[in-house]
């Protein structure tokens, strides 16, 4: 049942009494009406009545009045005889009007106004004048006949009043008969309606009360549907290994899971309630500054809020580790934030452990190089260790001359060497201006030997200085590797080419703004990287060099170009005419150093 | 001097060093062939009556180990010693040659190791 069908019946239930009484009150008044209207009659027949009591009294006031003077035979008794007959026309008429509509009743008025004219004309007003003649009027036979006259009119008087009595009476018993028949409906009606409404009302509660069974029904479902996907959710939450604290819109702890509370070294009963800053505390690894929570983030943003890097973490026991943290804002079906999701993990040994693979390509690097310069250093000072044992042994002039000579070229190379050695491991802390031209040269001669083993061709186009901000010994291990990977990938008999250019400040192929800056291009014709293998390349630990490589080469070059806010890029071809690989990287001429990244 | 000097083939790409060690064998009674790099090396191997080498490891095209696996192939007696700047050689390069020493221990360990070889030919 919906809320629709419901309102429908609340309606119903509504409307169906009220129209159920109006048709009893209709009912009612109609009866009513019928016994006011006999009522009404009842007194129109009282009416008559006492109109016909009038008469008679009138009359009877002229027979006393007529009486009185015939026995005195003064005027004064008169009086009231004429009084009455002076009013009784009037109220004759009126007595008429009153029975206008019962023919027997008019006849009978009528009857009696002729009786009463007759008597008076025929017998009071001959007595009247006889008296006032001086005549006696103690006449037996002329009083019998009086008599007979006003008994006639008596008995009119009585035919009137009985028959308005009867029709009285005929109409109280009406009138009873109709307030029983009214009794009687009024309880038929009640008991009708009663029944009906009664009967109506079961039915729709019947269906009201099993729509509210089902509707009960469901909602137990549903909460027991609800309470497993909690349970399932409160679960996949424990056992994950990150952290997680949600928090209402008004950034107080709800739930955090086992991991959010070892990590911040709050247990979860303590710390349900509480300002999230309370409880999680983070800082700027560096700075010491503290740093605005995720929560007030995602408020503010109203967005999810991405991982902020150097955070650390103050736990309860106020030791610190350094996290990685993300928030993301928990929307009500409006759109309004109603609480936040809070992500974060313990960082420390993955920071740990990069920081000492990024110490190990270093040392992988410098291995390599020390290997090269060992190289590079041992054959010019063969040389000059076999030269000084020669003369020791007694040469002639030109020889010496001749051996002086050599030793002298072969120190040079040394010296050369060693000071392009120098540049390699100089740290700085902030970035010096550097020239690629002649870093990339450094490079190239230490490995010409390197070059000459793998019978490799190396041309460069780097016309003129270059100068960029940078840590010079990081962006030689970047071209070092990249250098090195070209080589080999070309082999013998390839060819690589090293060009660098500057470059203004322009938009670039991606549509992305670029400051101005240097762009270096090392490209070899190697066999080039299949499409299986790119996606990998920039990955730690992926080598396709075996047991010679450590897989970390590029993944650290990326991250020293990233660090000089610079990019690098790398496109292959490995078809059959035009195969090879073209590395580009491109570094910003004042870059922002941003030391986040690695 | 009855006996005729032994004749040393000397293989590196490095000229000065090559020349300088050309020069130092001579003076201890060697006659000495030189080549460039692996090729002519192994050329003048298989031309000339060589008998001791002296091969530096780190040449463009073929390296050391190479070129002492063909000789070995062309005149399996012939004795070799295996030179290198590197100081840690492939073990399977190392069980090719007689005997090998880094550049830079000095001419008479040199000299010492090459006599060393030739012994077997100076006590028949």
């Given at each position: 049942m919906n809320l629709s069908q419901f309102n429908r019946i609340l309606q119903q239930a509504l409307l169906l009494p009220v129209i159920a009484l109006l048709l009893t009150a209709g009912a009612l008044y109609w009866q009513i009406r019928g016994a006011n209207e006999t009522v009404g009659i009842i007194q129109t027949t009282d009416v008559r009545i006492a109109q016909a009591g009038l008469v008679a009294k009138l009359i009877v006031d002229e027979e006393s009045g007529l009486r009185g003077y015939e026995t005195t035979g003064d005027e004064r008794f008169l009086q009231p005889f004429n009084d009455a007959g002076n009013r009784l026309p009037a109220e004759f008429e009126k007595l008429a009007s009153l029975t206008d509509s019962d023919p027997q009743q008019r006849y009978n008025v009528e009857d009696l106004r002729n009786e009463h004219q007759t008597w008076r004309d025929a017998f009071a007003l001959p007595i009247i004048s006889l008296v006032r003649a001086g005549g006696h009027t103690s006449d037996v036979n002329l009083n019998l006949y009086g008599k007979s006259l006003m008994d006639q009119v008596r008995q009119d008087i009585e035919a009137i009043t009985q028959h308005a009595e009867g029709r009285r009476t005929v109409r109280i018993g009406q009138w009873r008969r109709q307030v029983r028949n009214l009794l009687e409906a009024l309880i038929a009606i009640a008991l009708g309606m009663g029944v009906l409404i009664g009967l109506f009302m079961r039915s729709r509660l019947h269906a009201v009360s099993s729509a509210y069974r089902s509707s009960i029904e469901i909602l137990g479902r549903r909460a027991e549907e609800i309470f497993q996907s909690e349970q399932r959710l409160r679960t996949t939450l424990d056992s994950i290994g990150d952290g997680v604290i949600t928090c209402d819109a008004s950034g107080r702890i709800q739930m955090m899971n086992p991991v959010a509370a070892e990590l911040t070294g709050w247990a979860q009963t303590e710390a349900v309630?509480?300002?999230?800053e309370n409880v999680f505390k983070i800082i700027n690894e560096h700075t010491r500054e503290p740093i605005e929570t995720p929560v007030a983030k995602v408020m503010r943003l109203k967005t999810v809020v991405g991982l902020a890097s150097h955070t650390a973490l103050i736990r309860k026991d106020m030791t610190q580790i350094l996290i990685a943290d993300s928030g993301a804002p928990v929307r009500d079906q409006t759109g309004e934030t109603a609480g936040i999701v809070l992500v974060f993990r313990d960082i420390t040994m993955e920071r740990r452990t990069q920081e000492a693979l990024l110490a190990n390509e270093k040392l992988a690097v410098a291995g390599r190089l020390a290997a090269t310069i060992a190289h590079e250093i041992h054959n010019p000072l063969d040389s000059v260790s076999n030269l000084l044992y020669l003369m020791k042994g007694g040469t002639t002039e030109d020889e010496f001359k001749q051996f002086i000579d050599m030793a002298e070229r072969e120190l040079a190379r040394v010296t050369q060497i060693s000071r392009a050695m120098l540049g390699l491991y100089r740290e700085s802390k902030a970035p010096v201006p550097v020239d690629l031209h002649e870093i990339l040269h450094e490079i190239l001669l230490l490995m010409e030997h390197r070059f000459q083993e793998l019978g490799v061709t190396v041309t460069s186009d780097i016309p003129q200085p270059i100068g960029v901000d940078a840590f010079p010994a990081e962006l030689r291990q970047v071209f070092t590797n990249l250098i090195t990977n070209a080589a080999e990938a070309a082999g013998s008999g390839g060819e690589v080419r090293i060009s660098a250019s500057s470059l203004p400040a322009g938009i670039n192929s991606a549509g992305n703004k670029m400051p101005s800056g240097a762009l270096i291009i090392i490209a070899d014709n190697g066999s080039g990287i299949s499409e299986k293998v790119r996606p990998h390349?920039?990955?730690?630990?992926?080598?396709?060099?075996?047991?010679?490589?450590?897989?970390l080469g590029l993944w650290v070059s990326r991250g020293i170009v990233h660090k000089h806010g610079g990019t690098i890029d790398l496109a292959s071809d490995t078809g059959e005419s035009a195969h090879g690989t073209i590395v580009s990287v491109f570094l910003a001429e004042k870059p922002t150093i941003n030391t986040n990244v690695g | 001097m009855t006996q005729t000097s032994h004749l040393i083939l000397c293989v590196d790409d490095e000229l000065i060093g090559l020349r300088v060690r050309k020069v130092l064998l001579e003076r201890a009674g060697y006659r000495v062939l030189t080549a460039m790099d692996g090729a002519s090396g192994l050329r003048l191997f298989e031309s000339e009556p060589v008998e001791a080498v002296v091969l530096d490891y780190s040449m463009p095209g073929m390296h050391g180990g190479e070129v002492a696996g063909r000789m070995r192939q062309i005149k399996p007696s012939i004795p070799i010693l295996l030179l290198s700047a590197y100081l840690g050689l492939p073990a399977d390069v190392t069980s090719l040659v007689n005997l090998y020493m880094t550049k830079g221990e000095g001419a008479p360990v040199l000299l010492r190791k090459l006599e060393t070889l030739l012994q077997p030919l100076n006590t028949p």
């Open positions: 309630g509480l300002p999230l390349l920039f990955q730690p630990f992926f080598t396709t060099k075996g047991e010679r490589g450590t897989g | -």
